[in-house]
C-alpha cells in the first residue's frame, strides 16, 4: 500500500545491458515466421511489467545472478529466442538462430514497488524509468528479441 508520509523521489542505478546467450551450443537455422505473426501491423514491442514479491527461501542469494543462469539454461530449448529477425523478400520476417543471445539489465532501486500502490500501468508517473529503452534496441530487425529488465527495491546505498 502507498504511505502517504513518505516523498517517493524514485531513483535507479542500472547496470550495463549485458547479452544473456544460451548455455549450451544451439542449430543455427532460419525460422520463417507465420502469416499471422509477420503481420505488417505486429511490427513492435510490447512492454510488460511483471513483479514478485521477495521469496524467503532465497535469502542470501545473488536474485540477478540466479535470473541469469536460468535465462541462459531456458535459451537452449528456446534458442530462437536468442536470434535476431531479418527481413527477407516481400519484407517477410524471419528468425536467424545465431544465439547472439537477449538483453538484461540488472538495477537498484530505492524504493519498493510497495509504495506505489496501485499505481503501476498508464498512470504510474515512474513508467519510464520502468521501462527504460536501451538505446539501440528499439527496432524489430536485427534486435535482441528479448530485453529482461530486473530491479531490486531497496538496494541503493
Not at 537455422?29 to 510490447?46: N, P
Not at 527481413?87 to 524471419?94: A, D, H, I, Q, Y
Amino acid at each position: 500500500m502507498a504511505s502517504s508520509t513518505l516523498p517517493l523521489v524514485f531513483i535507479v542505478r542500472r547496470q550495463d545491458p549485458k547479452l544473456v546467450v544460451p548455455s549450451k551450443p544451439t542449430p543455427h537455422e532460419l525460422k520463417q515466421l507465420s502469416d499471422i505473426d509477420d503481420q505488417e501491423g505486429l511490427r513492435f514491442q510490447l512492454p510488460v511489467i511483471i513483479c514478485y514479491k521477495n521469496n524467503p527461501s532465497m535469502e542470501g542469494k545473488d536474485p540477478a545472478r540466479v535470473i541469469r543462469e536460468a535465462l541462459a539454461k531456458a535459451l537452449v530449448f528456446y534458442y530462437p529466442f536468442a536470434g535476431r529477425l531479418v527481413e527477407g523478400p516481400n519484407r517477410e520476417l524471419s528468425v536467424d538462430c545465431t544465439a547472439e543471445g537477449v538483453l538484461l539489465i540488472e538495477a537498484d532501486a530505492n524504493v519498493e514497488l510497495d509504495w506505489h500502490g496501485d499505481t503501476v500501468g498508464q498512470g504510474c508517473p515512474y513508467l519510464e524509468e520502468l521501462l527504460y529503452d536501451v538505446p539501440g534496441s528499439d527496432g524489430i530487425v536485427g534486435c535482441p528479441l528479448l530485453l529482461i529488465q530486473v530491479r531490486f527495491g531497496l538496494g541503493l546505498k
